[in-house]
């Protein structure tokens, strides 16, 4: 028994950190930089959570931090709690201001994240990854047997449900507290700290979003964020974002009367900060990968 648990517990964190490392905080917000094959581990470790296609998966994160609590947010528990924790992947075509190729130009590019994204259609993309998600089980079964892989896919399916738990519980501000005062309902949710691994530090992740750390207080405990760290000390992880490096960024913008020269980088990762005058100055420079304000949108 001691051993199955062990054993779940370690598909638990292997898969979650695929999620939370790999899918939200290099590949959505890429609040840091890493060699294609440490990318494509923690990608893999998501994509067998059943997260889907890691280009459907970034667009709909971006665009949510893009249009936060509004009709065009993908999944504002102000609209609906059903629609925030589930109903809004059942979807089988992008709306126009969900557009990958403006979105997640980036990852749009991978040919390996093109092959999973199945023609941009949505429905194909979910049916792949659960093929996929169950074939992996099934080579584990073979070659360790039924309870290897009963426990991986427990764990698994357990991990999928975490991001919906962030979209629902993690905007309900009577939940938590928050350390910022944003225009959002993002809320840090203590309670969730060890199933989450450091994501329920959801309200400091709206203030930083470009930031690689969600946990800002000693007590916030971020186990994704010391992942990331060891990853940089071991030169696996380069360009580490993190909240105090962005506001350096910010304060070189907010102090000179140009901003001519800056790199783009630079200036994405500016407009992820998300102050008021940043995000200001990224939509009359065209950032945030390209993507254009729809009529009838929040004003940022």
């Known amino acids: 028994m001691t051993e199955a648990v062990l054993l779940f517990v370690a598909f638990y964190v292997y898969h979650l950190l695929g999620v939370t490392v790999g899918y939200h905080r290099l590949l959505a917000h890429r609040s840091f930089k890493c060699p294609k094959l440490v990318e494509y581990f923690f990608v893999t470790a998501g994509y067998l959570a059943f997260e889907s296609s890691p280009i459907w998966w970034a667009t709909l994160h971006r665009a949510h931090h893009r249009y936060t609590e509004t009709e065009l947010d993908p999944h504002s528990p102000r609209f609906g709690n059903t629609r925030a924790y589930l109903g809004w992947i059942f979807g089988k075509h992008y709306p126009e201001h969900l557009n990958p190729k403006l979105q997640a130009p980036d990852l749009v590019n991978d040919p390996l994240y093109r092959l999973l994204e199945r023609n941009n259609n949505w429905h194909a993309s979910h049916l792949t990854n659960t093929a996929i998600g169950f074939g992996s089980r099934l080579?584990?079964?073979?070659?360790?047997?039924?309870?290897?892989?009963?426990?991986?896919?427990?764990?698994?399916?357990?991990?999928?449900?975490?991001?919906?738990?962030?979209?629902?519980?993690?905007?309900?501000?009577?939940?938590?507290?928050?350390?910022?005062?944003?225009?959002?309902?993002?809320?840090?949710?203590?309670?969730?700290?060890?199933?989450?691994?450091?994501?329920?530090?959801?309200?400091?992740?709206?203030?930083?979003?470009?930031?690689?750390?969600?946990?800002?207080?000693?007590?916030?405990?971020?186990?994704?964020?010391?992942?990331i760290k060891s990853l940089s000390i071991l030169k696996l992880a380069t360009n580490v974002n993190d909240r105090f490096s962005l506001e350096r960024e910010v304060r070189k913008v907010t102090d000179s009367e140009s901003t001519n020269g800056l790199e783009a980088p630079v200036l994405a990762n500016l407009e992820k900060l998300g102050t008021e005058k940043v995000r200001q100055f990224g939509r009359n420079n065209s950032v945030h990968h390209g993507a254009k304000q729809p009529a009838g949108s929040r004003k940022d």
């Not at 991986?152 to 519980?169: D, E, H, I, R």
């Not at 309200?203 to 470009?210: L, S, T, V």
């Open 139 to 227: 080579i584990l079964w073979a070659l360790f047997g039924w309870e290897v892989a009963a426990l991986s896919l427990a764990a698994g399916l357990t991990v999928q449900q975490v991001p919906f738990m962030v979209n629902l519980l993690c905007h309900k501000p009577y939940l938590g507290y928050k350390n910022y005062d944003t225009s959002d309902d993002s809320t840090n949710v203590p309670i969730l700290t060890l199933m989450m691994l450091g994501e329920n530090w959801h309200n400091n992740h709206h203030a930083y979003p470009g930031c690689a750390r969600n946990g800002f207080r000693w007590y916030e405990f971020d186990v994704s964020w010391l992942t």
